[in-house]
């Protein structure tokens, strides 16, 4: 199904633009920011799974640290002006590497600490024009989700396929299918490093991609280094990213101590499983069109009762949802078609409906929107099933077999 994630966005209330704050600037809405609160949780969760360490770090930074990293002859165009402050130069950090070049560096680095993996979801600015900014897609701040990982040589490919595996999961819970693109130098771009470092950078990645099916993306290479591009069919923009990059741990002068007492260089690998919070939610939205997995769901069970004698017990099954960790909210306005066209427009769900008959037998007659299915459940069933397929992540809710209950 073909959908708009702005118009849907603005429709389900999920995020809105402000001219008194300025084109580019998104404001996340309630419901939007549970997507977005539920997305950050599941980055953090798979962060710690495969060994990062989280890190915060300042969204500022002096002028002279992008211009050691490379950034700013890269970039600066596209960053916003330098502020003087103090007789110093600062910038909004287009990226956040310099910063964790900062981290690996804040003490003297062992081979026995490596690797050494750090991660971090920040803020990052571009200075976008007015006339590509549009949604959730293109904007002036981004929310990356992002990790670094500093590590010896003979540590890259099994560091790039951890971060592979943690992206593929991460997809198959979100109901997205992800393609590969090798991306490598090409055309007039300007490029750090020997063609030695490239060579064998790239091979690497076509090593760690193993048997999963790829493009070429010629000339589509970060300026620091080789990369692995991960993108969402029918979407041409890259969500996920894993990058080499040999030129940042050389520009700040990162070493390690190796196993014969020398100093050595580590290779940084960029890794961003979720990417932008913004162009991933876009993207999810379209996918879904704007019916969620329950686990992301900014309400995620509607109780609805027939008639005000029902509802005490809509509001202990409310009560209990929450108990659950459940997102739930009786409807109670108008008539009992509107509140389920209501439900039903807000992408709820389960649409829980409690009449004279459910009271009775303390049941529960639900609707499953996504799945155009219904059921007849004991209230304890009903709350154990929403319960674990949130839990589990589940893509599309669950009905129980009623006959085995």
Known sequence: MKSDHSQLGRELDLFATSPAIGAGLPVWLPDGAIIRAELEKLAAEESARSGCLGVYTPVLAKRSLFERS????KFSADMFPP??????????????CPHHTQVFDARGRSFRDLPFRV????????????????????????????AHVFCTPDQVGEEVRLALDSIERCYCVMGLVPSFRLSVRGGTGRYLGDTAQWSGAEGQLRAALGDREFTIGEGDAAFYGPKIDVQVAGHQDTVSTVQIDFNQPERFGLDYTGSDGEKHRPVMIHRGVLGSMERLTAMLIDRHAGRMPPWLAPRQVAVIPVSASDSQPANALVDRLHDASVRAEILEDGSLGARIRSARLHRDSYIAVIGERERDSDAVSVSYPALNATAVLGSDVFVGAVQHDIHSRAPLPTVPDTENH
């Open 70 to 73: 490379g950034h700013w002859d």
């Open 83 to 96: 502020m003087r402050i103090g007789g110093e130069e600062f910038v909004l950090r287009p990226a956040n």
């Open 119 to 146: 991660s971090e979801l920040g803020s990052m600015f571009r200075s976008e024009l007015s006339g590509v900014l549009g949604g959730l897609t293109r904007v002036r701040q981004i929310s990356l989700d992002d």
